[in-house]
């Protein structure tokens, strides 16, 4: 179930310069007498009104210190604090204020949570991690992934893939030994996992393995998870070391772990530039 929350706004001409224009949030839907603007999974609106609305805090989730950082430097006008950790509730945040004097709050929290990017964000936001922790990924985490691939569409429903999760680093090194240099990010991380699918099972098991492998790799993004796409690796070496039948199709492989590195979304080409009708 989604929803909005709103506030009462004595200036929406005013409060409207400011989260559209200082905080750069897109314009949801504009009712005339109310704007409603998104940011992240959340709709924030703003009525016109005789009185302000001010209490309560208005909080923007960030997934890294680093982001925090970097906001507070971009909306330094507008900060009451700094950065700072809050060993309570194990997050970094600071506060800010509106024009009207609602509280805002710029924070990242720095322990594991529940999914909490939408589809969208999910979707430009992946990126190939290729440096990770060395914590591993609790098996708990592992089957929460899962169980959003268990959504990933199929030819005919024949629900012909599955996952192979490799722990044993004797057997990764070996893997990359075949693969050569490209498979080098499969040993950065805990664990590696195989992404296959049936020919027993399926006539389009080089679809269903590769559909397959792109819900992993969001579904480990939606638990804040790095994943990175290692291919050529339908071979029937590869295939005797993690006991994958030969009529079977490996899509990839992908390290999973908790990510060491980030990046910026980079600089993509637009959309008339790649799309056309016929």
């Not at 924030?44 to 970097?70: H, K, N, P, W, Y």
């Not at 936001?125 to 268990?150: A, G, H, M, N, T």
């Not at 994943?227 to 992908?254: F, N, P, Q, S």
């Amino acid at each position: 179930m989604n929803g909005i929350v709103f506030y009462k706004t004595a200036d929406l001409a005013l409060t409207k310069k400011f989260y559209g224009e200082v905080l750069e949030l897109p314009l949801w839907l504009d009712q005339q007498s109310c704007a409603i603007y998104k940011s992240g999974n959340q709709l924030i609106g703003f009525c016109q009104a005789e009185e302000a609305e001010t209490q309560g805090t208005l909080t923007f989730l960030l997934s890294s210190r680093c982001e925090v950082d970097a906001a507070f430097t971009k909306f330094r006008d507008i900060a009451t604090s700094d950065p700072k950790p809050n060993p309570v509730y194990a997050l970094y945040h600071f506060w800010a204020a509106d024009p009207e004097g609602r509280k805002l709050e710029f924070q990242c929290f720095e322990h594991q949570t529940m999914p909490y990017l939408n589809l969208d964000e999910g979707l430009m936001q992946r990126r190939s991690i290729r440096k990770y922790l060395s914590e591993p990924v609790p098996d708990e985490l592992l089957k929460q992934v899962f169980e959003l691939c268990r959504y990933s569409p199929t030819a005919n429903n024949r629900q012909s893939y599955y996952y192979i999760v490799i722990k044993n680093k004797e057997i990764v090194k070996q893997i990359v030994s075949l693969r050569g240099p490209a498979g080098e990010p499969l040993l950065a991380a805990p664990y590696a996992i195989a992404i296959a699918a049936r020919g027993d099972l399926s006539r389009r098991k080089i679809q269903d393995a590769c559909i397959a492998a792109y819900h992993l790799l969001l579904a480990a993004k939606a638990f804040s998870l790095g994943t990175c796409w290692v291919t050529d690796m339908d071979r029937d070496e590869v295939k005797e070391l993690i006991g994958i039948a030969k009529d079977d199709y490996i899509a990839c492989l992908t390290p999973i772990g908790f990510p060491a590195e980030r990046f910026e979304l980079p600089k993509r080409h637009e959309v008339d530039s790649f799309v056309r009708f016929v």
